[in-house]
């Protein structure tokens, strides 16, 4: 158990590692920028979201309001540094459901949750749920794609 446990740290700390060599090899930069959601609420929305994405990433994050890891997985977010140049959208699952399954079905993305989706030009190129999701992912991966 404690060699379980040990890898399990190690694999974190190489993670965050990469993550830091990444991004400074990129020349990342994170502002303080307060996370200001957009919360989607109807189809239009999500069309236009889609329109957008043409010029700046977009990313939806799925929340479940019955759900702790989806309370500490936004939480997570909105502590973090944002990226100036993506736009974030906040859908309630619970109320909005079948838009919800919308979002999954035009994306071809399973549904999880929490789950952040980062879409460019109409299409998710990066989507993680649970406790994988990381500001710091979706920066790296919003440059590369």
Same mark, same amino acid.
């Given at each position: 158990?404690? =060699? *379980?446990?040990? =890898?399990?740290?190690?694999? *974190?700390?190489?993670r965050h590692w990469f993550l830091f060599a990444l991004c400074k090899e990129?020349?990342?930069h994170l502002k303080s920028v307060i996370m200001n959601w957009n919360v989607l609420t109807t189809e239009a929305q999500l069309t236009e979201l889609l329109e957008k994405s043409k010029v700046n990433p977009q990313v939806i994050y799925k929340h479940s309001t019955r759900c702790g890891t989806s309370s500490m997985i936004k939480n997570r977010l909105e502590r973090g540094p944002v990226p100036p140049e993506i736009d974030f959208h906040f859908i309630d699952l619970i109320t909005y459901r079948a838009?919800?399954?919308?979002?999954?079905?035009? *994306? =071809?993305?399973r549904h999880e949750s929490p789950q952040v989706l980062l879409i460019r030009n109409g299409e998710c190129v990066y989507h993680e749920s649970h406790y994988a999701v990381y500001m710091e992912d979706i920066a790296a991966r919003s440059m590369r794609a």
């Open positions: 158990m404690r =060699g *379980l446990i040990s =890898g399990f740290f190690l694999c *974190l700390s190489l990129q020349t990342l838009l919800s399954n919308k979002i999954a079905e035009d *994306l =071809g993305v």
